[in-house]
Nanobody, 121 residues
Framework: QVQLVESGGGLVQPGGSLRLSCEVS????????MGWYRQAPGKQRELVAG???????NYADSVKGRFTISRDNAKKTVFLQMSSLKPEDTAVYYC???????????????WGQGTQVTVSS
């Protein structure tokens, strides 16, 4: 059973920083692209940042220069370093992973449970 477990959310003042982590647990799977999405109240879920197995990254325009996505393939973990946070960054942040199960021979997108990030003074 593959699971994505997120951590690192919380309350931070504008201009502050937070680091989110997402570890993929389970066995017998291949891990491909990973990413972070967010959903603010009343808004659609949007891509924040993505990273390939090789380390190529892409970012939403709204976070470029402030957020950095990275991954540790050995630890099956993806990170999101968020700096210069703004109130408009407030949202539930979700981890996403493209995974091939060697047990079921199926490839699918998996989601974490979400972690709340609140930027407020």
């Amino acid at each position: 059973q593959v699971q994505l477990v997120e951590s690192g959310g919380g309350l931070v003042q504008p201009g502050g920083s937070l680091r989110l982590s997402c570890e993929v647990s389970g066995s017998s799977f291949n891990l491909y692209g990973m990413g972070w999405y967010r959903q603010a109240p009343g808004k659609q879920r949007e891509l924040v940042a993505g990273i390939t197995v090789a380390g190529s990254t892409n970012y939403a325009d709204s976070v470029k220069g402030r957020f950095t996505i990275s991954r540790d393939n050995a630890k099956k973990t993806v990170f999101l370093q968020m700096s210069s946070l703004k109130p408009e960054d407030t949202a539930v942040y979700y981890c996403n992973a493209d995974i091939f199960s060697r047990t079921t021979l199926r490839r699918a997108n998996y989601w974490g449970q979400g972690t709340q990030v609140t930027v407020s003074s």
